[in-house]
């Protein structure tokens, strides 16, 4: 897996439990590391693809890892799915429901076919409401990965890692 690994630094740098695991995985190389902090979420993730697509050359994954996210002993299994989109799900209040369906995908520790972001409008990330914007559907990972599977790639989760969110609400919606 040739993979350029994006850190979301939001709150600070990623845990050093998560830079152990992605060396001890063989992940993280020497210049194959690029920061974000730029918000909100959604357009930090639509820079990390500009820059993905930038370097698309050199890397055929990109792996999303937000600063807040910490390894535990079964995390590794995301990395074994054959899929185009694989994501680790994470330990939260509401983590059940929210990765109830065997397709559902978030990006906060997930791999991504880089060549799959030519195939896939833009904006890749946005969150997805009603026809009358009065309600959410789809988080802006989940929607991502639903254009991804209609252009004909696959998604997938497995495994587990401990989300120690920050407590900042840069993921959630404005409004």
């Known amino acids: 897996m040739n993979t350029l690994i994006i850190g979301f630094e939001w709150g600070g740098p990623l845990k050093q439990s998560m830079i152990d695991w992605l060396y001890r995985h063989g992940l993280m190389r020497e210049n194959n590391y690029h920061s974000i902090v730029a918000t909100p979420c959604v357009c930090a993730k639509n820079l990390a693809v500009e820059y993905a697509l930038s370097r698309a050359d050199k890397f055929d994954w990109v792996m999303f890892v937000n600063n807040d996210i910490c390894p535990i002993e079964n995390t590794h299994k995301f990395l074994e799915l054959n899929t185009d989109l694989a994501c680790c799900k994470c330990k939260f209040a509401g983590a ?10 978030h990006t906060a520790l997930s791999a991504i076919k880089i060549g799959i972001f ?17 309600s959410l559907i789809n988080c802006d990972c989940q929607r991502f990965a639903n254009m991804a599977m209609d252009a ?20 959630s919606p404005p409004g």
């Open 152 to 171: 004909g790639y696959t998604v997938g989760n497995a495994g587990w890692c401990d989300h120690r969110h920050t407590g900042q609400s840069l993921c």
């Open 118 to 134: 030519r195939h896939v409008p833009r904006p890749w990330f946005m969150y997805e409401y009603n026809k009358d914007f009065t």
């Open 96 to 105: 059940a429901n929210a990765f109830a369906e065997v397709d559902t995908f």
